[in-house]
C-alpha cells in the first residue's frame, strides 16, 4: 500500500510539475509580448507566485477528490487514479508538442470519469457533481470573453474620455501595470491549477485507506506547490507562442486588461471551490479584449483550432483512460 501511495505521489506531482510549464503561458504570454517582462524574469516571477498561489486553498482540491465519484466507496480506486493521471499526462504532453493551449482541468475530470467507469461502473460515477463541474468549464470561457470585452471597453472609454491618446505615453504606463496583472494572474492559476494535483492525491489517499475525509494536508499542499512551481520555471515555449502570437496582436493596454479579467474569473471560481480551466479562460480574455480594438484582426483560425481541442479534450480523456485502467489494472 506505500508503494501504491508512492506510486500515485509521484505522478501526480509529474502531473502538477508538466501542468505548470504547460500552461506558464497562461499568466506571462501577455507580459512576454509586450515587453512588459523579459522571458526570464517572467517565468521566475510566475514560478514564485504559482507556489505561493498553491498553498493558500484547497477547497477546489475538495471538489476534485470526491465531486467525479467517492474514493471511499470505489472497488480499485487506486488503480482508477493511476490510469486518471497517466492519461492526464499523456493528453497534456501531446498538446504541449503541438503548442496547443489545452485544458488540464478538462484532461483530468475526463480522465478520472473514464477510469472510474472501467474500474466500476457508470453507476460509480457521481453525475450531478460531475455536470456540475463540466458546466463551469464549458461557462467559463464565455464568461470570460463577455467580461473581458466589456472591461476593454470600459477601460477605451475612460482613455478616450481623458484625452490621453499618446500611444507611447500608454504603452509606458500599461506595461507597468501589466507587472502587477500578471502577478495576481500567476497567484490565481497557482490557487486552482496546484489543487487539483492535490485533490487527485487526497482520492488516492481515501482509496488506500490513509484517511477518512478530504482535507488536504501540509505535505501535500508543499509538495504540490513546489511541483509546480518548478515546472513553471521551466517554461512552455510552444504555447507561449501559440498565446503571445498566434490570437491577435497584443498591446500593454489589451494586456493588462487580459490579466486583470482572467484573474477575477478565476479567484472567484477558487473561491466557489469549482475548478476551470485558466488556459481557456485567459485564451478567451485575449480575444475578448483583443475585440474590441481590433476585431477583424483576431486570427479566427486559430481560435477554431483552440476550441476544437477544447471540445474533444473530455471524450477523448474518458475513453483513453478507459483503456489505459485496462492495462493498468493488469498489472496491479
Given at each position: 500500500?506505500?508503494t501504491?501511495?508512492f506510486i500515485?505521489?509521484?505522478l501526480?506531482?509529474l502531473?502538477?510539475?508538466?501542468?505548470?510549464?504547460?500552461d506558464?503561458?497562461n499568466?506571462?504570454?501577455?507580459?512576454?509580448?509586450?515587453?512588459?517582462?523579459?522571458p526570464?524574469?517572467?517565468?521566475?516571477?510566475?514560478?514564485?507566485l504559482?507556489f505561493?498561489?498553491?498553498?493558500?486553498?484547497?477547497?477546489?482540491?475538495?471538489t476534485?477528490?470526491?465531486?467525479?465519484?467517492?474514493?471511499?466507496?470505489?472497488?480499485?480506486?487506486?488503480?482508477?487514479v493511476?490510469a486518471?493521471?497517466?492519461?492526464?499526462?499523456?493528453w497534456?504532453?501531446v498538446?504541449?508538442?503541438?503548442?496547443?493551449?489545452?485544458?488540464?482541468?478538462?484532461?483530468?475530470?475526463?480522465?478520472?470519469?473514464?477510469?472510474?467507469?472501467a474500474?466500476?461502473?457508470?453507476?460509480a460515477?457521481n453525475?450531478s457533481?460531475f455536470?456540475?463541474?463540466?458546466a463551469?468549464?464549458?461557462l467559463s470561457?464565455m464568461?470570460?470573453?463577455a467580461?473581458?470585452?466589456?472591461?476593454?471597453?470600459?477601460?477605451?472609454q475612460?482613455?478616450?474620455?481623458?484625452?490621453n491618446?499618446?500611444?507611447?505615453?500608454?504603452?509606458?504606463?500599461?506595461?507597468f501595470?501589466?507587472?502587477?496583472?500578471a502577478?495576481?494572474?500567476?497567484?490565481?492559476?497557482?490557487?486552482?491549477?496546484a489543487q487539483?494535483?492535490?485533490?487527485?492525491?487526497?482520492?488516492?489517499?481515501?482509496?488506500?485507506?490513509?484517511?477518512t475525509?478530504?482535507?488536504?494536508?501540509?505535505?501535500?499542499?508543499?509538495?504540490?506547490?513546489t511541483?509546480m512551481?518548478?515546472?513553471?520555471?521551466?517554461?512552455?515555449?510552444?504555447?507561449?507562442?501559440?498565446?503571445?502570437?498566434n490570437?491577435?496582436?497584443?498591446?500593454?493596454?489589451?494586456g493588462?486588461?487580459?490579466?486583470?479579467?482572467s484573474?477575477?474569473?478565476?479567484?472567484?471560481?477558487?473561491?466557489?471551490?469549482?475548478?476551470?480551466?485558466?488556459?481557456?479562460?485567459i485564451?478567451s480574455s485575449?480575444?475578448?479584449?483583443?475585440?474590441?480594438l481590433?476585431?477583424?484582426?483576431?486570427?479566427?483560425?486559430?481560435?477554431?483550432k483552440?476550441?476544437m481541442?477544447?471540445?474533444?479534450?473530455?471524450?477523448?480523456?474518458?475513453?483513453?483512460?478507459?483503456?489505459?485502467?485496462?492495462?493498468v489494472?493488469l498489472?496491479?
Open positions: 500500500m506505500l501504491l501511495l500515485i505521489v509521484g501526480a506531482l502531473f502538477d510539475f508538466i501542468n505548470g510549464f504547460h506558464t503561458a499568466a506571462i504570454a501577455t507580459s512576454i509580448s509586450t515587453r512588459a517582462l523579459s526570464k524574469v517572467a517565468v521566475f516571477f510566475a514560478a514564485t504559482n505561493i498561489g498553491a498553498v493558500y486553498s484547497s477547497e477546489v482540491a475538495k476534485i477528490g470526491g465531486k467525479v465519484a467517492n474514493p471511499a466507496t470505489i472497488e480499485n480506486g487506486v488503480t482508477v493511476i486518471a493521471l497517466i492519461t492526464a499526462i499523456i497534456n504532453l498538446t504541449w508538442y503541438f503548442g496547443i493551449p489545452s485544458s488540464s482541468s478538462h484532461t483530468l475530470i475526463g480522465a478520472l470519469a473514464g477510469a472510474v467507469v474500474g466500476a461502473g457508470i453507476s460515477v453525475w457533481g455536470k456540475e463541474i463540466i463551469i468549464l464549458i470561457p464568461i470570460a470573453f467580461t473581458g470585452f466589456i472591461i476593454m471597453w470600459i477601460i477605451k475612460i482613455i478616450f474620455a481623458s484625452g491618446h499618446s500611444r507611447s505615453k500608454l504603452n509606458r504606463m500599461f506595461r501595470f501589466q507587472i502587477f496583472s502577478g495576481l494572474l500567476s497567484l490565481s492559476h497557482g490557487g486552482n491549477d487539483k494535483a492535490m485533490g487527485i492525491i487526497v482520492f488516492g489517499m481515501v482509496a488506500l485507506g490513509y484517511q475525509n478530504l482535507d488536504v494536508p501540509l505535505w501535500v499542499k508543499l509538495c504540490a506547490a511541483a512551481g518548478l515546472g513553471t520555471s521551466i517554461g512552455g515555449w510552444k504555447i507561449i507562442k501559440t498565446m503571445s502570437k490570437l491577435i496582436k497584443i498591446e500593454p493596454i489589451n493588462f486588461a487580459s490579466d486583470l479579467n484573474s477575477i474569473v478565476i479567484q472567484i471560481s477558487t473561491a466557489m471551490g469549482m475548478p476551470l480551466s485558466t488556459t481557456h479562460v485564451s485575449i480575444i475578448g479584449t483583443g475585440s474590441v481590433r476585431f477583424h484582426d483576431v486570427k479566427w483560425a486559430t481560435v477554431t483552440m476550441v481541442t477544447w471540445v474533444i479534450t473530455i471524450p477523448i480523456s474518458m475513453a483513453l483512460s478507459y483503456l489505459i485502467y485496462k492495462v489494472s498489472v496491479i
